[in-house]
Protein backbone atom coordinates (compact mmCIF):
# COMPACT_ATOMS: atom_id res chain seq x y z
CA UNK A 1 0.00 0.00 0.00
CA UNK A 2 1.42 3.70 -0.98
CA UNK A 3 2.69 5.95 1.88
CA UNK A 4 0.14 9.42 1.25
CA UNK A 5 3.02 11.99 1.95
CA UNK A 6 1.27 14.85 0.72
CA UNK A 7 1.69 17.95 3.15
CA UNK A 8 4.68 15.99 4.50
CA UNK A 9 7.43 18.42 5.57
CA UNK A 10 10.99 17.62 4.00
CA UNK A 11 12.44 15.75 7.02
CA UNK A 12 9.19 13.55 7.37
CA UNK A 13 9.48 12.26 3.86
CA UNK A 14 13.15 11.62 3.60
CA UNK A 15 12.31 9.26 7.34
CA UNK A 16 9.42 7.88 5.09
CA UNK A 17 11.68 7.14 2.01
CA UNK A 18 14.43 5.23 4.13
CA UNK A 19 11.45 3.60 5.81
CA UNK A 20 10.29 2.23 2.93
CA UNK A 21 14.01 1.13 1.80
CA UNK A 22 14.36 -0.47 5.20
CA UNK A 23 11.02 -2.03 5.08
CA UNK A 24 11.76 -3.87 1.37
CA UNK A 25 14.60 -5.52 1.51
CA UNK A 26 15.56 -3.86 -2.23
CA UNK A 27 13.86 -1.70 -3.82
CA UNK A 28 13.75 0.57 -7.45
CA UNK A 29 13.08 3.68 -7.58
CA UNK A 30 10.28 3.58 -9.45
CA UNK A 31 8.88 1.18 -7.12
CA UNK A 32 9.28 3.79 -4.44
CA UNK A 33 7.27 6.21 -6.44
CA UNK A 34 4.59 4.00 -6.76
CA UNK A 35 4.62 3.27 -3.23
CA UNK A 36 4.54 6.65 -2.04
CA UNK A 37 2.72 8.44 -4.48
CA UNK A 38 5.88 10.81 -4.86
CA UNK A 39 7.28 11.98 -8.48
CA UNK A 40 10.17 10.28 -10.19
CA UNK A 41 12.04 13.39 -10.00
CA UNK A 42 11.67 14.06 -5.91
CA UNK A 43 12.12 10.25 -5.04
CA UNK A 44 15.59 11.11 -7.20
CA UNK A 45 16.76 14.23 -4.92
CA UNK A 46 15.81 12.16 -2.07
CA UNK A 47 17.70 9.15 -2.58
CA UNK A 48 20.73 11.52 -3.94
CA UNK A 49 20.73 12.58 -0.68
CA UNK A 50 20.68 9.37 1.12
CA UNK A 51 23.09 7.69 -0.91
CA UNK A 52 25.40 10.94 0.08
CA UNK A 53 24.67 10.15 3.99
CA UNK A 54 25.52 6.70 3.29
CA UNK A 55 22.09 5.58 4.54
CA UNK A 56 21.19 3.54 1.77
CA UNK A 57 23.82 1.91 -0.89
CA UNK A 58 22.62 0.84 -4.80
CA UNK A 59 23.34 -3.21 -4.44
CA UNK A 60 23.12 -3.72 -8.41
CA UNK A 61 20.22 -4.29 -11.33
CA UNK A 62 16.60 -5.34 -11.34
CA UNK A 63 14.88 -7.50 -14.40
CA UNK A 64 14.40 -5.58 -17.15
CA UNK A 65 11.30 -4.32 -17.86
CA UNK A 66 11.16 -2.90 -21.39
CA UNK A 67 13.71 0.22 -20.85
CA UNK A 68 17.46 0.61 -19.22
CA UNK A 69 17.74 -2.15 -15.92
CA UNK A 70 16.36 -0.67 -12.70
CA UNK A 71 19.04 -0.04 -10.41
CA UNK A 72 18.07 -1.65 -6.51
CA UNK A 73 19.08 0.50 -3.49
CA UNK A 74 19.23 -1.17 0.27
CA UNK A 75 19.25 0.36 3.64
CA UNK A 76 22.96 0.59 4.91
CA UNK A 77 22.59 -1.03 7.77
CA UNK A 78 25.86 -0.35 9.22
CA UNK A 79 25.99 2.68 8.40
CA UNK A 80 24.40 3.91 11.46
CA UNK A 81 24.16 2.48 15.66
CA UNK A 82 21.92 2.87 18.23
CA UNK A 83 22.26 1.90 21.64
CA UNK A 84 19.20 0.41 23.95
CA UNK A 85 19.79 -0.02 27.77
CA UNK A 86 16.95 -1.78 29.70
CA UNK A 87 17.65 0.11 33.10
CA UNK A 88 15.88 -2.77 35.96
CA UNK A 89 16.51 -3.41 40.27
CA UNK A 90 17.51 -6.50 39.02
CA UNK A 91 19.83 -5.82 35.83
CA UNK A 92 20.65 -3.92 33.29
CA UNK A 93 21.15 -4.88 29.62
CA UNK A 94 22.86 -2.69 26.89
CA UNK A 95 22.66 -3.40 23.06
CA UNK A 96 24.17 -1.65 20.45
CA UNK A 97 22.03 -2.23 17.18
CA UNK A 98 22.86 -1.24 13.29
CA UNK A 99 20.09 0.18 11.08
CA UNK A 100 17.81 -3.10 10.49
CA UNK A 101 17.86 -3.86 14.59
CA UNK A 102 20.80 -6.39 14.20
CA UNK A 103 22.04 -7.17 17.99
CA UNK A 104 26.55 -6.19 17.24
CA UNK A 105 27.10 -6.20 20.99
CA UNK A 106 25.48 -7.04 24.39
CA UNK A 107 26.28 -6.66 28.05
CA UNK A 108 24.30 -7.58 31.09
CA UNK A 109 25.49 -6.00 34.10
CA UNK A 110 24.14 -5.77 37.54
CA UNK A 111 20.76 -4.25 38.35
CA UNK A 112 19.69 -0.51 39.66
CA UNK A 113 19.33 -1.98 43.45
CA UNK A 114 18.43 0.34 45.79
CA UNK A 115 21.59 3.02 44.08
CA UNK A 116 21.08 6.35 43.34
CA UNK A 117 20.62 8.10 40.44
CA UNK A 118 24.43 9.32 40.95
CA UNK A 119 25.86 6.24 41.62
CA UNK A 120 23.85 4.39 38.75
CA UNK A 121 24.67 7.31 35.74
CA UNK A 122 28.21 7.35 35.85
CA UNK A 123 28.19 3.24 35.47
CA UNK A 124 26.10 3.63 33.01
CA UNK A 125 27.39 6.17 31.16
CA UNK A 126 31.36 4.00 31.36
CA UNK A 127 29.72 0.45 30.66
CA UNK A 128 27.95 1.82 27.25
CA UNK A 129 30.93 3.52 26.06
CA UNK A 130 32.98 0.41 27.20
CA UNK A 131 30.43 -1.61 25.15
CA UNK A 132 31.45 0.48 21.96
CA UNK A 133 34.32 0.68 21.84
CA UNK A 134 34.97 -2.87 22.41
CA UNK A 135 32.71 -3.89 19.58
CA UNK A 136 34.96 -1.63 17.58
CA UNK A 137 31.94 0.94 16.47
CA UNK A 138 32.64 4.30 15.31
CA UNK A 139 31.09 6.29 17.96
CA UNK A 140 30.29 8.73 15.23
CA UNK A 141 28.06 6.85 13.71
CA UNK A 142 25.69 6.24 17.02
CA UNK A 143 22.85 8.57 16.52
CA UNK A 144 22.01 7.96 20.40
CA UNK A 145 20.59 6.24 23.57
CA UNK A 146 17.45 4.77 24.24
CA UNK A 147 16.47 3.81 27.55
CA UNK A 148 13.42 1.50 28.62
CA UNK A 149 12.63 1.53 32.32
CA UNK A 150 9.29 1.22 34.65
CA UNK A 151 7.42 3.58 36.86
CA UNK A 152 5.25 6.63 36.12
CA UNK A 153 6.70 8.71 33.57
CA UNK A 154 6.14 12.72 33.59
CA UNK A 155 7.30 13.58 30.12
CA UNK A 156 6.01 17.39 30.28
CA UNK A 157 9.04 17.73 32.47
CA UNK A 158 11.47 14.64 31.51
CA UNK A 159 11.42 12.93 34.46
CA UNK A 160 10.13 9.94 37.04
CA UNK A 161 7.61 9.93 39.23
CA UNK A 162 7.56 6.60 41.19
CA UNK A 163 9.50 4.12 41.99
CA UNK A 164 9.34 1.37 44.60
CA UNK A 165 12.77 0.80 44.94
CA UNK A 166 14.50 3.91 45.47
CA UNK A 167 12.91 7.34 46.25
CA UNK A 168 16.06 9.33 44.78
CA UNK A 169 14.85 8.40 41.54
CA UNK A 170 11.80 10.78 41.94
CA UNK A 171 11.85 13.36 39.52
CA UNK A 172 15.53 12.77 38.55
CA UNK A 173 16.24 13.86 35.11
CA UNK A 174 17.40 10.71 33.43
CA UNK A 175 18.10 11.70 29.99
CA UNK A 176 19.64 15.31 30.89
CA UNK A 177 21.93 13.59 32.79
CA UNK A 178 22.74 11.13 30.56
CA UNK A 179 22.99 12.87 27.81
CA UNK A 180 25.42 15.37 28.98
CA UNK A 181 27.55 12.17 30.61
CA UNK A 182 27.69 10.73 27.26
CA UNK A 183 27.61 13.58 24.99
CA UNK A 184 24.87 11.26 22.65
CA UNK A 185 20.83 12.60 22.19
CA UNK A 186 19.22 10.12 24.93
CA UNK A 187 15.58 9.38 24.82
CA UNK A 188 13.54 7.54 28.15
CA UNK A 189 10.54 5.04 27.31
CA UNK A 190 8.60 2.86 29.39
CA UNK A 191 9.80 -0.52 29.16
CA UNK A 192 6.58 -2.29 27.71
CA UNK A 193 5.92 0.16 24.92
CA UNK A 194 10.12 -0.56 24.22
CA UNK A 195 9.61 -4.10 24.20
CA UNK A 196 6.39 -3.58 21.76
CA UNK A 197 8.91 -1.15 19.75
CA UNK A 198 10.90 -3.86 19.25
CA UNK A 199 8.67 -6.26 18.46
CA UNK A 200 7.37 -4.27 15.49
CA UNK A 201 10.58 -2.93 14.57
CA UNK A 202 12.24 -6.51 13.54
CA UNK A 203 8.96 -7.25 11.44
CA UNK A 204 7.51 -9.70 13.74
CA UNK A 205 4.48 -8.36 13.42
CA UNK A 206 2.28 -7.22 10.22
CA UNK A 207 2.31 -3.49 9.79
CA UNK A 208 -1.42 -3.40 10.11
CA UNK A 209 -1.54 -5.37 13.31
CA UNK A 210 -3.28 -4.68 16.71
CA UNK A 211 -0.94 -6.03 19.21
CA UNK A 212 0.26 -5.82 22.70
CA UNK A 213 3.48 -6.61 24.36
CA UNK A 214 3.33 -7.67 27.84
CA UNK A 215 6.31 -7.25 29.59
CA UNK A 216 7.41 -9.21 32.67
CA UNK A 217 10.92 -7.65 34.65
CA UNK A 218 9.93 -7.29 38.29
CA UNK A 219 6.68 -6.18 37.61
CA UNK A 220 4.24 -6.22 34.69
CA UNK A 221 3.95 -3.49 31.56
CA UNK A 222 2.07 -3.78 28.55
CA UNK A 223 2.84 -2.06 25.26
CA UNK A 224 0.14 -1.14 22.48
CA UNK A 225 0.77 -1.01 18.58
CA UNK A 226 -2.35 0.02 16.81
CA UNK A 227 -2.38 -0.02 12.83
CA UNK A 228 1.83 0.28 12.95
CA UNK A 229 1.45 3.38 15.62
CA UNK A 230 2.87 3.16 19.00
CA UNK A 231 0.11 4.24 21.32
CA UNK A 232 1.71 6.37 24.08
CA UNK A 233 -1.72 7.73 26.19
CA UNK A 234 -1.73 11.32 26.59
CA UNK A 235 1.25 10.79 29.04
CA UNK A 236 3.36 7.84 27.69
CA UNK A 237 2.31 5.90 30.82
CA UNK A 238 -0.55 3.59 28.79
CA UNK A 239 -0.43 -0.13 29.39
CA UNK A 240 0.09 -0.23 33.61
CA UNK A 241 -1.26 -3.56 33.40
CA UNK A 242 0.43 -4.31 36.53
CA UNK A 243 -1.66 -2.37 38.41
CA UNK A 244 -5.32 -3.40 37.15
CA UNK A 245 -7.02 -4.77 40.53
CA UNK A 246 -8.04 -8.19 39.80
CA UNK A 247 -8.97 -8.54 44.01
CA UNK A 248 -10.39 -5.55 45.64
CA UNK A 249 -9.70 -7.02 49.10
CA UNK A 250 -6.10 -8.31 48.11
CA UNK A 251 -2.92 -7.42 49.42
CA UNK A 252 -1.85 -3.40 49.55
CA UNK A 253 0.29 -2.62 46.52
CA UNK A 254 3.02 0.37 46.45
CA UNK A 255 1.08 2.25 43.93
CA UNK A 256 -1.92 3.42 46.33
CA UNK A 257 -4.35 0.73 45.42
CA UNK A 258 -4.71 -3.46 46.62
CA UNK A 259 -4.88 -6.29 44.65
CA UNK A 260 -3.25 -5.15 41.95
CA UNK A 261 -2.18 -8.07 38.99
CA UNK A 262 1.60 -6.74 40.23
CA UNK A 263 0.93 -7.85 44.06
CA UNK A 264 -0.59 -11.24 42.88
CA UNK A 265 1.27 -12.43 40.26
CA UNK A 266 4.58 -10.89 39.76
CA UNK A 267 7.79 -12.50 40.44
CA UNK A 268 8.34 -11.41 43.90
CA UNK A 269 4.59 -13.34 44.55
CA UNK A 270 5.20 -16.29 43.17
CA UNK A 271 8.97 -16.22 45.34
CA UNK A 272 6.41 -15.19 48.66
CA UNK A 273 4.33 -18.46 47.70
CA UNK A 274 7.23 -21.13 47.46
CA UNK A 275 8.45 -19.70 51.17
CA UNK A 276 5.50 -20.38 52.26
CA UNK A 277 6.78 -23.74 51.59
CA UNK A 278 9.54 -24.61 53.33
CA UNK A 279 9.86 -27.83 51.88
CA UNK A 280 9.96 -26.14 48.43
CA UNK A 281 11.99 -23.49 49.19
CA UNK A 282 14.46 -26.10 50.94
CA UNK A 283 14.66 -28.35 47.93
CA UNK A 284 14.75 -25.53 45.42
CA UNK A 285 17.82 -23.75 47.23
CA UNK A 286 15.67 -20.28 47.20
CA UNK A 287 17.05 -17.43 49.15
CA UNK A 288 14.35 -15.17 49.61
CA UNK A 289 16.25 -12.15 50.08
CA UNK A 290 14.97 -8.78 48.01
CA UNK A 291 17.78 -9.05 45.71
CA UNK A 292 17.60 -12.70 44.65
CA UNK A 293 13.75 -12.70 43.74
CA UNK A 294 15.08 -12.69 40.05
CA UNK A 295 16.87 -15.39 40.84
CA UNK A 296 14.73 -17.24 42.69
CA UNK A 297 11.65 -17.26 40.25
CA UNK A 298 13.61 -18.47 37.36
CA UNK A 299 14.97 -21.90 39.92
CA UNK A 300 10.87 -22.12 40.23
CA UNK A 301 10.08 -21.36 36.76
CA UNK A 302 12.69 -23.84 35.64
CA UNK A 303 10.98 -26.58 38.71
CA UNK A 304 7.32 -25.55 36.87
CA UNK A 305 8.49 -26.12 33.60
CA UNK A 306 9.82 -29.90 34.59
CA UNK A 307 6.63 -30.53 36.16
CA UNK A 308 7.30 -30.40 39.88
CA UNK A 309 3.71 -30.11 41.21
CA UNK A 310 4.59 -27.64 43.77
CA UNK A 311 6.04 -25.38 41.78
CA UNK A 312 3.96 -25.94 38.61
CA UNK A 313 0.81 -25.01 41.39
CA UNK A 314 2.86 -21.65 41.91
CA UNK A 315 3.38 -20.60 38.48
CA UNK A 316 0.08 -21.67 37.41
CA UNK A 317 -1.76 -19.33 39.91
CA UNK A 318 0.06 -16.12 38.31
CA UNK A 319 -0.49 -17.02 35.11
CA UNK A 320 -4.33 -17.38 36.15
CA UNK A 321 -4.10 -13.78 37.53
CA UNK A 322 -2.40 -12.46 34.67
CA UNK A 323 -4.74 -14.69 31.96
CA UNK A 324 -7.60 -13.06 33.36
CA UNK A 325 -6.31 -9.53 32.92
CA UNK A 326 -5.73 -10.27 29.35
CA UNK A 327 -9.05 -11.28 28.77
CA UNK A 328 -9.97 -7.56 29.76
CA UNK A 329 -7.65 -6.08 28.02
CA UNK A 330 -8.34 -7.98 24.98
CA UNK A 331 -12.01 -7.25 25.37
CA UNK A 332 -11.62 -3.34 25.48
CA UNK A 333 -8.92 -3.48 22.69
CA UNK A 334 -10.43 -6.22 20.07
CA UNK A 335 -6.37 -7.29 19.58
CA UNK A 336 -5.34 -9.44 16.65
CA UNK A 337 -1.98 -10.60 18.83
CA UNK A 338 -0.62 -10.70 21.84
CA UNK A 339 3.28 -10.91 22.61
CA UNK A 340 4.50 -12.46 25.79
CA UNK A 341 8.03 -10.85 26.48
CA UNK A 342 10.93 -10.06 29.19
CA UNK A 343 13.13 -12.10 31.56
CA UNK A 344 10.62 -12.60 33.87
CA UNK A 345 8.83 -15.01 31.93
CA UNK A 346 12.03 -17.10 31.40
CA UNK A 347 11.48 -20.77 31.91
CA UNK A 348 7.97 -20.50 32.54
CA UNK A 349 6.86 -18.67 29.10
CA UNK A 350 5.03 -22.05 27.88
CA UNK A 351 3.08 -22.24 31.14
CA UNK A 352 1.87 -18.84 31.04
CA UNK A 353 1.31 -19.06 27.26
CA UNK A 354 -0.91 -22.37 27.67
CA UNK A 355 -3.25 -21.09 30.15
CA UNK A 356 -3.73 -17.34 28.53
CA UNK A 357 -4.45 -19.32 24.85
CA UNK A 358 -7.17 -21.19 26.64
CA UNK A 359 -9.01 -18.38 28.73
CA UNK A 360 -9.10 -16.60 25.53
CA UNK A 361 -10.58 -19.32 23.67
CA UNK A 362 -12.59 -19.62 26.44
CA UNK A 363 -13.77 -15.79 27.21
CA UNK A 364 -12.69 -13.47 25.03
CA UNK A 365 -15.64 -11.22 23.44
CA UNK A 366 -14.48 -11.16 20.22
CA UNK A 367 -13.85 -15.29 19.97
CA UNK A 368 -16.65 -16.04 17.69
CA UNK A 369 -15.37 -13.26 15.54
CA UNK A 370 -11.15 -13.84 15.15
CA UNK A 371 -9.15 -15.36 17.07
CA UNK A 372 -6.32 -13.69 19.25
CA UNK A 373 -3.16 -15.18 18.57
CA UNK A 374 -0.84 -15.46 21.36
CA UNK A 375 2.95 -16.36 21.35
CA UNK A 376 6.29 -15.88 23.00
CA UNK A 377 8.56 -13.21 22.11
CA UNK A 378 12.09 -14.83 20.46
CA UNK A 379 14.11 -12.29 22.07
CA UNK A 380 12.39 -12.29 25.55
CA UNK A 381 15.36 -11.63 27.72
CA UNK A 382 16.45 -8.49 25.85
CA UNK A 383 13.20 -7.17 24.16
CA UNK A 384 12.91 -4.23 26.27
CA UNK A 385 16.65 -3.22 25.39
CA UNK A 386 16.06 -4.46 21.96
CA UNK A 387 13.24 -1.60 21.76
CA UNK A 388 14.96 0.69 23.39
CA UNK A 389 17.95 0.83 20.73
CA UNK A 390 14.89 0.21 18.15
CA UNK A 391 13.46 3.63 19.72
CA UNK A 392 16.63 5.78 18.72
CA UNK A 393 16.10 4.23 15.06
CA UNK A 394 12.36 4.71 14.73
CA UNK A 395 12.78 7.85 16.01
CA UNK A 396 15.26 8.80 12.63
CA UNK A 397 13.21 6.39 10.27
CA UNK A 398 9.64 6.64 10.65
CA UNK A 399 8.43 10.13 10.77
CA UNK A 400 4.57 9.30 12.18
CA UNK A 401 6.56 8.80 15.33
CA UNK A 402 9.12 10.19 15.92
CA UNK A 403 10.21 10.98 19.04
CA UNK A 404 10.69 15.31 19.92
CA UNK A 405 12.99 14.92 23.01
CA UNK A 406 15.22 12.44 20.79
CA UNK A 407 15.29 15.06 17.69
CA UNK A 408 15.75 18.27 20.30
CA UNK A 409 18.33 16.61 21.90
CA UNK A 410 20.25 15.87 18.45
CA UNK A 411 20.26 19.48 17.96
Given at each position: MAKHLKGATAVETHSAILDLIRSSGVVSR????????????????????????????????????????????????????????????ASITYLVTDLSGEVIARLDADG???????????????????????????????????????????????????????????????????????????V??????????????????????????????????LGLVTNGDIYRGSSSNVGEIGHMVLDVNGPPCWCGSQGCLEMLAAPARIVERALEQPGLAAELG?????????????????????DH??????????????????????????????????????????????????DLERLSFVRAVHPTKVGLSKSSDISAALGAASLVLHSRLTPHQTSSRLALAAR
Amino acid sequence: MAKHLKGATAVETHSAILDLIRSSGVVSRIELADRSGLTGASISRIVKQLLTEGLIVEVGFGDRTGGKRRTLLQLNARSRHAVGVSLDFASITYLVTDLSGEVIARLDADGTGHDTPATVIPRVAAELEGLVGSAGIDRATVMGIGIAVAGRQDNAHQVLRGNPHSEDWELFDIEDTLSTATDLPVVVENDSTCAAIGEFWVGRIPASADFATVYLATGFGLGLVTNGDIYRGSSSNVGEIGHMVLDVNGPPCWCGSQGCLEMLAAPARIVERALEQPGLAAELGLEGEPGTVRQDAERIARAAASDHEQALAVVEESAFYLSRALVSVTNLLDLDQIILAGPGFGAAGEIYLRRIWQDLERLSFVRAVHPTKVGLSKSSDISAALGAASLVLHSRLTPHQTSSRLALAAR
